[in-house]
């Protein structure tokens, strides 16, 4: 940042308040790489010599640096009431000082600091969602698709074999749901002759 400059020969340069950590003034022109943040400043700057002093001001402000993050995965499949592995975000750049996400994540999952969490408790069919990072220097966003399956349904018999007799009325075989809801039912192959399958 260098003066333009006019009048007499400078002897002298002066500045208050001290310049951030990183800047310097030097011949008047202030250089460096600031090391802190810092909110909007005025610094006044004297430049002297033996016919007097001359001042400005100069208004300075020091914004984080823009924060960047990523995700292991863009679209990630679960499934309800199973635990998630949290979803950590990889940062870069500045500090976030606040996060963001949009629209509102399903019942059971939970959002801070970056981090998805927690156990879905609802379906869901493949959404959008984006996540914000917000500082001082500005906001990054990044969008991630999130589904939510069903549990896998998974039914037990009380044995897989069943010795029939040809005209002879046999009891219901009735399978135990242990998995999730089940829409309907198949058999494959057809089964024979005399005996017939539900598949409500």
Do not use: C, H
């Amino acid at each position: 940042m260098t003066p333009t400059l006019g009048g007499g020969f400078i002897a002298t340069w002066e500045i208050s308040p001290s310049l951030p950590l990183g800047l310097s003034l030097s011949n008047g022109i202030i250089s460096g790489t600031p090391a802190v943040n810092l909110s909007q400043t005025t610094y006044t700057i004297w430049a002297n010599n033996t016919g007097g002093s001359a001042y400005t001001t100069i208004n300075i402000t020091i914004n984080e640096p823009i924060a960047t993050f990523n995700y292991s995965a863009s679209t990630v499949v679960l499934t309800r009431e199973i635990s998630i592995n949290d979803l950590i975000p990889k940062l870069g750049g500045g500090y976030v000082e606040t996060w963001g996400i949009s629209p509102p994540l399903p019942s059971g999952l939970s959002f801070s600091n970056g981090v998805i969490s927690g156990t879905p408790t609802v379906n869901m069919t493949q959404t959008t969602y984006t996540i914000y990072a917000n500082n001082s220097g500005g906001n990054t966003s990044l969008e991630i698709q999130i589904k939510i399956l069903e549990v896998a349904p998974e039914i037990i018999l009380s044995t897989t074999e069943y010795s029939l007799v040809n005209e002879v009325l046999i009891s219901r075989i009735t399978p135990v749901s242990v998995g999730g809801p089940i829409e309907y039912y198949t058999v494959s192959p057809s089964l024979p002759l005399g005996l017939s399958f539900d598949s409500v």
